[in-house]
């Protein structure tokens, strides 16, 4: 019997759960606010979201995205932890030590996976420098593959 309440809510009700209201009051919160407009005008397959302790996918998932969300951590305990909440899936993923290592963690996995073809464009949350828990600051439009295929002149190894 509850396995078909929980069936029903996931296949009827969740369009139903209304997002937060609530105006971002940090850089933080503006970023992930600002990734997730980006990533429905531009109709993005994913939002791809890196954290360290878990707060950045928090966020996102409180603002109920339509893009679908993906998130990625050094960290297996906060990886478990955050594979509970609402509307993502997670990934362990070797810690970086700069921002391009982490979009080329992003086409790897995407690609290997299967989420996402050479081309599809993904939004990508993170902060930089990479490792500082609440340091989320930038977000990057990202056409994938252009990290593992070098097709973009810049991307570091």
Request: with cysteine; charged share 20%; net charge neutral.
């Amino acid at each position: 019997a509850m396995a078909k309440i929980i069936e029903s809510t996931e296949e009827n009700g969740l369009e139903r759960i209304p997002a937060l209201g609530t105006q971002p009051h940090t850089h933080s919160g503006a970023v992930v606010r600002a990734a997730l407009q980006i990533a429905e005008l531009l109709g993005a397959k994913y939002v791809c979201v890196f954290t360290e302790s878990g707060d950045t996918l928090l966020r996102v998932s409180r603002l109920r995205s339509r893009v679908p969300v993906l998130a990625f951590t050094p960290n297996e305990e906060i990886r478990r932890r955050l594979s509970l909440i609402w509307g993502a899936a997670t990934f362990q993923v070797g810690k970086a030590t700069h921002t391009d290592q982490m979009i080329k963690q992003v086409d790897e996995i995407v690609l290997a996976s299967g989420k996402c073809r050479v081309g599809d464009e993904v939004v990508i949350v993170a902060g930089s420098p990479p490792g500082i828990p609440g340091s989320t600051n930038s977000l990057r439009v990202h056409r994938v593959g252009d990290a593992v295929n070098e097709t973009v002149p810049g991307y570091a190894s």
